[in-house]
């Protein structure tokens, strides 16, 4: 039998998931007939998943997460593997995401999904639908890939998460008033977590605004730093450090001139209490 260490992740769409769950076990310091017991398989199985010979399933994938605390990292590469409805370029960023230690971003239009509850981002798709971009099962898949992601707020050591977001995600009216609170409340609360900054770009800002187009950049555990960027057709990883140096510049130029974190919660509880008012 071929050794799993001969598995190169680069060989197939099921290798990287192979390739972590070995490591994701290792870690934990179980064989695989233990994983299996605790699982519900049979050490067979996971001897085929870990060979890259087979697709788990996605009740096994739930499990061993759990299993292996992995705070949704095997979820997340399933999604990847399985499922092609998203952005070109995006699952090669979700992956790196996944096992970041800090990720930088801003956003213009919309809440980022590392933010999002799931009935904005179900509102969100839904107007793709509407506009007929997407299928009513690519929606979906869209929709459980970014609640996957989400998970990496349940890592042990979860990533620092420091987030610009435009004043335009706070007032653009996705999915309506009552989702939109729910939505703001959600920014408030998060904002209270000791990982994770929240500051707003207000419109006042102007031609000051570096970024006109989203701009992650993804700190690795051996300190690579990495942009992401997208188009409407696909989305781009960078490594290149010259790119990445400017973009980091701009960004904590941008971070010096938004809203402090105290200010833009302030903020995000006006607009919110606007809408409330509003309904009444």
């Known amino acids: 039998m071929v050794n799993i ?39 067979s199985y996971v001897s085929f998943i870990e060979l890259a010979r087979r697709p788990p399933s996605k009740k096994f994938v739930a499990k061993a997460d759990e299993v292996l605390e992995t705070g949704g990292t095997l979820m997340l590469m399933y999604f990847q593997a399985k499922h092609t409805a998203l952005v070109p370029g995006f699952p090669e960023y979700a992956n ?11 956003e213009i239009n919309v809440v980022p999904g590392l933010l999002q509850t799931r009935a904005y981002a179900v509102a969100w798709e839904q107007g793709n639908l509407r506009r007929g971009t997407v299928t009513p099962e690519q929606a979906h898949e869209r ?19 420091h987030a610009v977001i435009d004043e335009s995600c706070l007032r653009r009216p996705i999915g309506g008033r009552d989702v939109m609170v729910e939505q703001l409340i959600h920014l408030e609360e998060m904002a209270k977590r000791p990982k994770v900054i929240i500051q707003v770009a207000p419109f006042s800002l ?75």
Not at 14 to 38: D, E, I
Not at 143 to 161: G, M, T, W
């Open 5 to 43: 260490k001969d598995v190169d992740p680069e060989s197939g769409p099921w290798a990287p998931f192979a390739v972590q769950l070995r490591n994701s076990r290792r870690a934990k310091g179980l064989k695989q007939f233990q994983l299996a017991r605790k699982c519900g398989v049979s050490a």
């Open 143 to 161: 929709i459980e890939f970014l609640l996957a992601r989400q998970h990496i707020y349940d890592r042990a050591s979860p990533p620092l998460l």
């Open 206 to 280: 102007g031609e000051d605004r570096p970024f006109t187009r989203l701009v992650h950049l993804l700190t690795m555990p051996d300190r690579r730093v990495l942009s992401y960027g997208e188009t409407e057709q696909r989305g781009y990883l960078d490594r290149d450090a010259d790119a990445i140096t400017a973009l980091a510049s701009d960004y904590d130029r941008l971070v010096v001139e938004a809203l402090g974190q105290t200010d833009s919660v302030a903020m995000i509880r006006a607009v919110r209490r606007d809408l409330e008012w509003m309904s009444t």
């Open 96 to 106: 790196y995401e996944a096992t970041a230690e800090k990720i930088k971003l801003f």
